[in-house]
């Protein structure tokens, strides 16, 4: 299976990691936390309105000027090929490749001028995965794994899913809050299932049961190295969960899209992409805290709008409109939290790489969108320049984005971890929450 | 070469930051060592901030030396400001300084009024930072401060650019060269000295930018104060010009100890030990037989141990039987198999990437793999298998292009791989798709030869390093001349391929897929096909120096001809591109004062061992991520060099090691240590190991013997299954994350556990078939003792498609439902109707490879269509299995899947399991289930 692939290689999280982590370092299997997460932020505006969530990420770095936040007056040599086209939303206008969410803008908030400085792939993304800026002697955790923590769901269903790869993992959480990574994407009307999750013909559940009382008898070799650290302590939980998930028809349930009648199922559009946002749904639907859906590709330093128009746009515009239609439809959206962001936006200037041009990295000025939960649809907040070239005053940053993110999921943006050592480690470390966004 | 070394002042090891007790007496402290370097100081210029503390010197700054790095300290050049790819305000400084031409333009750009050197306070570089003028980077320095003196001197001096040539910066002597703390809190300032090739010198501790690798540890200032935090080692670095110094910080566990080198200790074992007693650890004892056994089978040859092995080993009573046992695991088929995969993860062997290279599909990594396989069985030397790689040629000598694609054409077709290993080159390496442009096969070269990432000096000077884009881009020049596309030739083979094509009725002209599939049929009908071949186009080059060269004369110019040239990284004298580079570039990397070549392998091998390296990560060597241990780095290298390169030496030398051998149990002083190698750090295995761990433990001794001889199945050598879609084995190594190879990065492989391993080894269709297998270990052992064996049998297909299996069938049984349900006359008229539609159905599970029984008979009874969860064989055991065979088996099962015999408890439970058991050989398979699902299994230990 092949995934998109960036310009400058994926996995590639560990370019900051120079000089790793010491003795005494930050792995952390076992912290502990300061103070239970929010309790004197319960109704204020927005906080925790959102149970579950879902995360859709852009890997590549989306254009902001050709998706979101369109120039057109802007002269030639930034302005691009695409024209804006009127949303259901007074005042606010989108690219006209995107027909069907601007027929949903009332349901989902527009963040322009969403600024940061890191140029490079693997960085940025670790950056939105986070909201917090990488720095060399920690690696924070991803969304869903501090929902895992936080928010778990029953054992017999996953807490956080990947569709089909997690953008970035656990960090100093530890591995044991690691997504559920399903390896491959549903395909439009056929049976989904993941690999392992059904009992094979031929073994029934006592046997599963008998077998694994057998194995917590037998599997004690490493029980003398508790402290070994989260390898260990991961292992375990995931071999509890594994044995969880497989003796109930719970998550099997949840996955089998084909469970949707086809009206419902052609919402979403019918490449891979809409019926991941299809699956996030059902997932969401069946208790999953998190799913991360990903759409690659957006890395066009070559023939930016063909391949806007012809593959991406018309992709992102079915899925994510039929995932909040579909939500809506399900009573979902209120209680959904949604965050799609890229690692940063695209050069204003165009290039002249091929005969059509194309856009670079470009962190300083980019695009989200987030909806669901307590957030208010159909608003802009923020504003670029005149050319997109940055926030026209002050800039929303990766960390405001996710402290909201948090907010709107009744996580304390501001909570603390504690690391083995007691370094308290803020959960969000430069963020304020988007007040906007709930009002 | 550039090489920046830390120099030891007054020779003392340490400088202690604060307060060490002064009975430990190796120490000397900080104050005391600035006095004693007095008298050196004198010479040495004084810092910028007093020369030009009042503005009232007549020193004119230079640009190289003080404007530049000034900037950098002011955070002019960072990437969030002017350093920017888009600059910032229209002003665009080089990221990290540098690129002193360009920085110096964007200054003195005209009308811009950044430098004014007629109205010098207006020039906006004075007015900006001082926020005199709006600066939406606000205010980074005073009126009047040293550092606006500096920039307004350098102004008022005419603001010159440092002349044509950039200075070399000889040294930066960072002092102290190493800290040691005994507490918190406590603070040490750094000093440096730069010292150039002009023989000047001066203090620029003020110029300088500081990180920490771990500020947890040691945290830093951007004036260059260190602050102690926890307890542990790391390092802090100082970038000034060019240079990249890493100061080594530690503050030990327990009371340190300097000692002398134990030479008679084994050398690996004798510096880990100084280091270990610098932090005060003490390491973990040697660990027991069976964990050496496992560990070494694993790390060395990819395969857990035969059960015989196992039980010989156990019982050997010699003191060397270690060593013994290393040298039979390096003779081992296994041994060459599962180095030849690593070389093939670092050497970058995707079939993806060589997918139109050769005619057939799927045979390139095969026949690289094989390549590489070959050579460690022979043990040739690691710089003569690089060598065949480097300057591999696509003909041998001697060969014209008709024998040369007859040969290839032989190796192409099935079994060909052991043909194409035994010629002299490898060329493959430099066809792949994404190894085609100059800086994509810089930064790839640089990546598996040097473990060194140069890419971030592609568009910048590098943060880490001392690579400036300069150096990328005279590296990358290098191979330009160097054409290996599919389906091009060198000149004199042109006539040869176009009569070729002809004789299979192709020309020049045909392409894509007409000209592949045709290739492909030949091919396979035995006739020899043309091949693309790799050559040295050094005579374009030279031909158009010369014809430039020819036309400046005409316009009456004298000229010298000007051929290109490329440098080798770090190399002051370029390599003219009239030849192939190529042969001076392997001499280079074969040469003993390669400072990355054998450093690169031996980190990695290394990290094969340990799980990390002593660089780590291993691929990325630099100089602000120094090895956690360098004399260790330093002489592994050079004995490895001494060696000649022999990859076996390299082998025996670690695992004889009690480094290697230490028990994963942890005292007070190394529980937090995982740098420092004070005792095994449990890891998970790599994908590959855990396949064929599954494997091997289920089979019969019989056929696990005759496997680990063949490697048939194995995922050790089994190349093709990494990317064939279609082999079973390709999903488990995914789930494992086995390296994609596809960015040269060694973390493309993944050792992280994750939830859906554990659902796999759990629950996944292939462990249930494996342990189901008729005639597998449980199927065999239950046959021997007397038990019933069930007749189920696991479905052959993957889950999803096996909900697909369910789907279908439940379509067809509710189509034949409705049908019973219709009176007899529609029946009638229905059933052709019914017929028609269950056809469709029958073909799509006949794809799946299900079989529907006759129509009647589901007419008959519907039933039929449900699972065959009914047919299973429910007789009871009758029999009372004699306990001493019980023993015997439970022991067979513990040493083939964990190498070793379980202890009484174990024995115990496995036992009264069995005996509780309604059907015998069921408990059978479950034991043998729960073992490949403990975590002791699949985590080294």
């Known amino acids: 299976m092949r995934f998109h692939k960036t310009c400058d290689g994926h996995s590639r999280r560990d370019m900051l990691k120079a000089g790793c982590l010491g003795l005494g370092g930050l792995t952390m299997s076992q912290y502990a936390k300061l103070a239970e997460a929010g309790q004197e932020n319960v109704g204020k505006t927005g906080f925790g309105r959102a149970k579950r969530a879902i995360f859709i990420e852009l890997p590549g770095g989306p254009s902001h000027m050709d998706t979101f936040d369109l120039k057109p007056d802007a002269p030639d040599t930034v302005r691009g090929k695409f024209k804006p086209i009127a949303t259901n939303v007074a005042g606010i206008q989108i690219s006209e490749h995107l027909p069907k969410l601007a ?337 | 070469m550039k090489r920046f070394c830390v120099r030891s002042v007054c020779g003392a090891a340490f400088v202690a930051a604060t307060c060490l007790s002064p009975t430990s007496g190796y120490a000397a402290d900080a104050s005391s060592r600035t006095n004693n370097s007095t008298a050196a100081i004198s010479e040495i210029g004084a810092p910028a901030s007093e020369r030009f503390a009042d503005g009232a010197t007549s020193e004119i700054p230079n640009f190289q030396k003080h404007v530049t790095p000034l900037l950098g300290r002011l955070g002019c050049n960072g990437r969030a400001c002017h350093g920017s790819f888009q600059g910032r305000g229209d002003f665009r400084l080089s990221l990290f300084g540098y690129d002193f031409k360009a920085d110096h333009e964007a200054m003195m750009a005209e009308n811009t009024g950044r430098v004014d050197t007629e109205d010098i306070e207006e020039s906006l570089v004075l007015a900006k930072p001082i926020d005199a003028e709006l600066h939406e980077g606000g205010k980074r320095m005073d009126q009047g401060s040293w550092q606006y003196n500096v920039l307004r001197a350098w102004i008022a001096g005419g603001a010159k650019a440092t002349g044509s040539d950039v200075l070399v910066l000889e040294e930066l002597e960072v002092t102290p060269s190493e800290i040691l703390f005994d507490a918190a809190d406590s603070k040490i300032e750094l000093k440096v000295i730069a010292r150039w090739s002009d023989g000047t010198a001066e203090n620029v501790t003020e110029l300088c930018r500081y990180t920490s690798n771990d500020d947890a540890i040691a945290a830093i200032t951007e004036s260059g104060q260190v602050t102690s935090g926890e307890i542990g080692d790391t390092h802090v670095v100082v970038s000034y010009d060019n240079a990249v110094v890493p100061v080594a910080v530690i503050r030990p566990v327990s009371t340190p100890k300097i000692t002398q080198l134990d030479s008679s200790a084994h050398r690996i074992d004798a510096h880990i030990q100084q280091k270990l007693d610098k932090l005060g650890i003490t390491p973990s004892p040697v660990c027991n037989d069976s964990d050496f056994l496992r560990r070494a089978s694993l790390d060395i040859t990819g395969t857990l141990p035969r059960t015989e092995l196992v039980r010989s080993f156990l019982a050997d009573t010699s003191t060397d039987k270690r060593e013994r046992l290393v040298d039979q695991l390096l003779d081992q088929p296994a041994y060459a198999a599962w180095w030849a995969t690593r070389l093939s993860d670092w050497t970058g062997n995707n079939e993806e990437e060589l997918n139109n290279v050769l005619p057939v599909r799927n045979v390139a990594s095969k026949l690289w793999y094989e390549w590489l396989r070959q050579r460690l069985l022979q043990n040739v030397a690691y710089d003569d298998i690089i060598e065949g790689i480097v300057i591999a040629k696509s003909r041998e000598e001697g060969e014209d292009y008709g024998t040369y694609c007859e040969n290839m054409s032989d190796a192409c077709r099935p079994g060909g791989e052991t043909q194409f290993a035994q010629r002299e080159g490898m060329p493959l390496y430099w066809s792949r798709r994404n190894f085609r442009l100059p800086e994509e096969r810089a930064i790839g070269f640089a990546y598996t030869f040097l473990g060194v990432r140069i890419e971030c000096a592609q568009c910048h000077k590098h943060p880490f390093d001392q690579w400036s884009k300069d150096d990328f881009d005279a590296f990358s020049k290098l191979f330009v001349p160097i054409r290996a596309n599919a389906g091009a030739v060198g000149k004199d083979s042109k006539e040869d391929r176009e009569k070729m094509l002809a004789s299979l009725g192709l020309n020049e002209k045909t392409k894509g897929n007409v000209l592949r599939k045709t290739l492909t049929q030949s091919l396979e009908k035995g006739k020899t096909v043309p091949f693309g071949e790799l050559y040295v186009d050094s005579a374009n080059a030279v031909q158009r120096a010369k014809s430039q060269a020819a036309q400046m004369k005409k316009k009456g110019k004298k000229v010298e001809l000007n051929i290109p040239t490329g440098k080798i990284l770090g190399q002051e004298i370029g390599i003219e591109l009239d030849r192939d580079p190529r042969i001076e570039l392997m001499a280079w990397l074969r040469s003993a004062d390669n400072p990355y070549f054998a450093k690169a392998l031996v980190n990695r091998v290394w990290a094969n061992y340990f799980g990390r390296g002593l660089v780590d990560p291993t691929d990325d060597m630099n100089l602000a991520n120094p090895p956690s241990n360098e004399a260790v780095l330093d002489y592994l290298a050079t004995e490895f060099i001494a060696h000649d390169f022999d990859l076996k030496w390299l082998h025996r030398e670690i695992t004889s090691s009690d480094t290697y051998q230490r028990s994963a149990e942890a005292n007070d002083t190394n529980r937090l240590d995982r740098r420092n190698f004070s005792r095994h750090i449990p890891r998970r295995y790599p994908a590959e190991m855990v396949h064929d761990a599954v494997l091997l433990a289920t089979m019969t001794d019989a056929t696990a013997n005759e496997t680990t001889k063949t490697l048939e199945g194995m995922a050790i050598t089994d190349a093709l299954s990494l990317y064939g879609d279609t082999k079973s084995s390709a999903f488990a190594l995914q789930v494992f994350g086995r390296s994609g190879r596809e960015s040269n990065c060694d973390c493309d492989r993944s050792d992280s556990p994750s939830l859906l391993q554990s659902v796999y080894l759990r629950n996944d269709v292939d462990i249930h078939r494996r342990l189901a297998d008729r005639s597998g270990w449980v199927n065999q052992t239950c046959r021997d003792l007397g038990f019933a064996v069930s007749n189920q049998a696991i479905d052959e297909k993957p889950s999803a498609d096996q909900a697909k299996v369910e789907r279908f069938k439940q379509m067809v049984k509710s189509r034949i439902v409705e049908f019973n349900k219709l009176p007899q006359k529609r029946q009638d008229q229905a059933r052709t109707k019914l017929k028609d539609q269950i056809k469709i159905y029958s073909k799509r599970l006949a794809e799946a490879g299900v079989t529907l029984p006759p129509l009647d008979a589901l007419v008959k009874n519907p039933s039929l269509l449900e699972s065959d969860n009914n047919s299973k064989d429910v007789e009871k055991d009758a029999s009372v299995a004699d306990s001493k065979l019980l023993t015997a088996m439970i022991e067979d099962a513990y040493v083939r899947t964990l190498s070793r015999m379980p202890q009484q408890d174990e024995l115990q439970t496995a036992l009264a399991f069995v005996n509780d058991s309604e059907k015998k050989s069921d408990a059978v398979q479950s034991l043998m289930w729960a073992l490949l699902n403990t975590k002791e299994f699949i985590i080294s230990h």
Not at chain 1, 191 to 212: D, H, K, N, T
Not at chain 1, 258 to 284: I, N, T, W, Y
Not at chain 1, 327 to 347: M, N, P, W
Request: glycine share 12%; hydrophobic share 35%.
């Open chain 1, 103 to 439: 027929a949903v803008t009332d349901k989902f908030a527009i963040l322009r001028g969403v600024s940061h400085t890191l140029a490079a792939h693997q960085l940025g993304r670790e950056y939105v995965n986070t909201g917090s800026r990488p720095i060399p002697s920690l690696e924070y955790p991803c969304f869903g794994s501090v929902l895992s923590k936080e928010r778990p769901a029953d054992d017999d269903i996953p807490s956080q899913v990947a569709v089909p790869k997690a953008g970035h993992g656990p960090g100093f959480l530890g591995i044991r809050y690691a997504s559920l990574e399903t390896n491959s994407t549903p395909q439009f009307g056929q049976p989904y299932a993941v690999r392992g999750l059904s009992l094979a013909a031929g073994i029934g559940v006592e046997e599963v049961q008998q077998r694994q009382q057998l194995l917590r008898k037998l599997d004690r070799r490493f029980a003398e190295f508790e402290s070994a650290g989260s390898l260990i302590e991961g292992l375990d939980r995931f071999g509890e969960q594994a044995y969880s998930m497989i003796t109930s028809p719970r998550a099997r349930k949840a996955f089998d899209i084909s469970q949707e009648s086809d009206s419902f199922s052609k919402l979403f559009g019918e490449d891979p992409f809409g019926q991941s946002c299809m699956l996030a749904l059902r997932l969401v639907e069946s208790g999953v805290t998190l799913t991360s859906v990903q759409l690659g590709g957006w890395d066009t330093h070559q023939d930016n709008w063909t391949k806007l128009s012809t593959g991406l746009l018309p992709k992102l515009d079915a899925g994510l409109s039929g995932l909040l239609a579909g939500l809506e439809l399900r009573g979902l959206l209120d209680s959904t939290a949604i965050l799609v962001t890229g690692e940063f936006g695209r050069t204003p200037k165009i290039n002249d790489r091929s005969a059509e041009g194309g856009r670079d990295h470009y962190p300083r000025c980019m695009f989200m969108l987030m909806a669901g939960g307590g957030v208010r649809g159909g608003q802009v907040i923020g504003e670029s320049d005149d050319t997109a070239s940055g926030p026209r005053h002050e800039g929303i940053s990766p960390d405001d984005v996710a402290a909201s993110f948090y907010w709107n999921l009744g996580i304390d943006p501001a909570m603390e971890y504690h690391s083995e050592t007691g370094r308290p480690i803020t959960l969000v470390r430069d963020g304020h929450v988007i007040e906007k966004l709930f009002a």
